[in-house]
Nanobody, 123 residues
Framework: QLQFVESGGGLVQPGGSLRLSCAAS????????VGWFRQAPGKEREGVSC????????TYADSVKGRFTISRSNAKNTVFLQMNSLEPEDTAIYYC????????????????WGQGTQVTVSS
């Protein structure tokens, strides 16, 4: 199966941390930029972060800059999202997907969507 499997979500208090994993199944991620997205109830999906095929460049939404860090291990066929200083507004289902090419600017189409992992930030 050509897809991602997201994991690592859970319930955390404001100010806490989580590390999400995005593991590729049935394909090699080396040649794709990979993005993290999130969708809260009643809201449209939004981009959170992206990392190029070799990890040489990254992008972040303004709302998460300084708090989230994206990384990848092509040897493990996995992309990570370290989330620190979590806020209630970060509550959403988090998904990962491949870009159309090697760079985050290849954003015309995203593919290989996983099932998502729930992140809930609440006291």
């Amino acid at each position: 199966q050509l897809q991602f499997v997201e994991s690592g979500g859970g319930l955390v208090q404001p100010g806490g941390s989580l590390r999400l994993s995005c593991a590729a199944s049935g394909f090699i991620v080396d040649y794709y930029a990979v993005g993290w997205f999130r969708q809260a109830p009643g809201k449209e999906r939004e981009g959170v972060s992206c990392i190029s095929g070799n990890g040489g460049s990254t992008t972040y939404a303004d709302s998460v800059k300084g708090r989230f860090t994206i990384s990848r291990s092509n040897a493990k066929n996995t992309v990570f999202l370290q989330m620190n200083s979590l806020e209630p507004e970060d509550t959403a289902i988090y998904y990962c997907a491949t870009a159309a090419g090697y760079f985050c600017s290849d954003a015309e189409r995203w593919d290989h969507w996983g099932q998502g992992t729930q992140v809930t930030v609440s006291s």
